[in-house]
């Protein structure tokens, strides 16, 4: 089996994930002591959602900002990536955002990975007041001018865009960042007319969907990247293709059902294990072997419970990682 990198989410309260903790600068330090352990273990990058309220309904609990808080993660860990998945364009003008993510490619040394998705969760833009494109294609057109944006602050000395949605004129962007000729940009989704073919023009990464029961849908997927990257003369090889892998890794006594029930929303153990892997280390390891062998790369482990201890992460490194080695 090939070498494959692993990354995981940091506890940020998106996903209820903080509840237990009351005080909001202990939940900051549960993130942190997160990502730390990760850096310890050897998993190759940490992640954050990019959202303002919980999901998958909004309730009064804390969710950090994605951006502030990949900005605090960079000073607290010395050699772990940090990313975003990912990065609403609507939410940050990407003149900005290009400028934000080049001080944090500074601030962490060079360990940027950059993250950006055309957006879709509506009750957020309504509550923050941002319009909402009303349909895919109007938030994607959005996207191809906002990467083009991106890429002209992080490579040119003066970046001028004159588009339909941005335009910048003759914009400084100083620092440009660490890593040359810019930071990775990893794109979410997988849309076969416009995402994935945003990923073959401008992007080094993407990210699907883990369906660990359907490694049909991978190759399926990366089958049309590679014939956008042919249409565009790229090699897909250059592509790191990832996947968000919901994992719920189980030891001895556990209950599934118990231990998923927050992540589940209102599916049966049955349902959330079309699209999650539940079971112990051999299961995971076979589940992640099939996605690996469908073209997957790199896998993103996901929405693991307990994470907040680190117990959990360090039976991931122990059990299951070196499996992949």
Same mark, same amino acid.
């Given at each position: 089996?090939?070498?494959?990198? /692993?990354?995981? /989410? ?26 730390? =352990? ?25 969710? /950090?900002?994605?951006?502030? +808080? ?22 940050? @003008? ?13 601030? +962490? ?11 879709? %969760?509506?009750?957020? %833009? #309504?509550?923050?007041? %941002? ?19 991106? #890429? ?5 000395? %003066?970046?001028? /865009?004159?588009?339909? *949605? *941005? ?5 400084? @962007?100083?620092? =440009? ?15 076969? =007319? ?6 073959? #023009?401008?992007?080094?990464?993407? @990210? ?22 042919? @249409? ?8 790191? #293709? +990832? ?28 349902? *959330? ?14 589940? *992640? ?28 490194? +122990? ?7």
């Amino acid at each position: 089996m090939k070498p494959v990198r /692993f990354g995981t /989410f940091a506890p940020q309260g998106w996903i209820l994930d903080l509840i237990e903790i009351e005080d909001p600068v202990e939940k900051y330090e549960a993130m942190s002591r997160v990502a730390k =352990k990760a850096e310890r273990l050897g998993f190759d990058s940490i992640w954050l959602f990019d959202h303002f309220h919980t999901y998958d309904k909004p309730v009064l609990e804390t969710v /950090f900002e994605c951006w502030t +808080s990949t900005a605090a993660l960079a000073r607290d860990t010395t050699t772990i990536r940090l990313g975003q998945m990912v990065t609403c364009n609507s939410y940050r @003008n990407p003149a900005l955002l290009a400028k934000m993510a080049s001080t944090v490619d500074v601030l +962490s040394h060079g360990r940027l990975d950059f993250g950006i998705g055309a957006g879709w %969760y509506e009750e957020e %833009y #309504k509550a923050y007041g %941002y319009e909402y494109p009303p349909t895919p294609g109007d938030r994607l057109r959005r996207l191809d001018e906002a990467l083009q944006v991106i #890429k002209a602050m992080w490579t040119e000395p %003066y970046a001028t /865009f004159d588009g339909q *949605y *941005y335009q910048v004129a003759d914009a400084i @962007n100083e620092p =440009k960042g660490v890593q040359k000729p810019h930071p990775p940009i990893w794109i979410g989704g997988d849309g076969e =007319k416009v995402t994935l073919k945003l990923a073959a #023009k401008y992007c080094d990464a993407i @990210n699907l969907d883990g369906k660990v029961t359907d490694t049909a849908y991978h190759r399926h997927k990366l089958d049309v990247l590679n014939a956008h990257c042919d @249409n565009v003369g790229r090699d897909p090889a250059e592509l790191i #293709k +990832s996947a968000n892998v919901v994992t719920t890794l189980l030891q001895p006594g556990d209950d599934p059902v118990a231990l998923t029930e927050r992540y589940r929303r209102g599916q049966t153990l049955e349902e *959330y294990k079309v699209d999650a892997v539940v079971g112990g280390p051999q299961e995971v390891i076979d589940a *992640y072997g099939r996605l690996i062998d469908a073209g997957i790369d790199y896998i993103i482990v996901a929405d693991l419970p307990g994470v907040t201890s680190t117990d959990i992460l360090e039976r991931m490194a +122990s059990e299951v990682l070196p499996a992949f080695k």
